[in-house]
């Protein structure tokens, strides 16, 4: 600990906490038996000070309990440019020309069979349409 000064600093719930959690520790680790845990236990909860809790450690190696203030987790924030800023994903367009190709093949068999020319104008707007967007 560092200055007396430190020492008189008040404790509250959490600090109590801490150390009774390492005082588990040191029970589950053999350096404490049952008696004494419960003995350790009840002067931390009773504890008022910093000074009060550090004593009940003066004969145990770590963990002790810190007196740190609690470490603030800062999350990064990277902001995203606005969905009409951002790039197009990029397609797969395969399947896209597989359908295609069956739907022109299709158009033509049936062309050819009912000699009706005029089915062929959605196929060529399909055409045009692709060769524009391309």
């Not at 504890?47 to 003066?58: G, I, K, Q, V």
Request: aromatic share 6%; hydrophobic share 50%.
């Amino acid at each position: 600990m560092g200055t007396g000064r430190e020492a008189n600093i008040r404790v509250g719930t959490a600090e109590r906490e801490e150390a009774i959690s390492a005082l588990a520790d040191h029970l589950a680790n053999g350096r404490i038996d049952v008696a004494e845990y419960e003995q350790r236990v009840t002067q931390a909860t009773a504890a008022r000070t910093r000074a009060d809790l550090t004593t009940l450690f003066d004969d145990l190696p770590t963990p002790h309990p810190s007196f740190d203030p609690p470490q603030v987790e800062t999350k990064v924030v990277i902001p995203q440019a606005p969905l009409w800023e951002r790039p197009a994903p990029r397609r797969n367009n395969r399947g896209l020309v597989a359908f295609l190709g069956v739907a022109a093949l299709s158009t033509v068999a049936v062309v050819a069979i009912t000699s009706t020319w005029w089915a062929l104008a959605p196929l060529a707007i399909l055409a045009i349409i692709l060769v524009f967007a391309s």
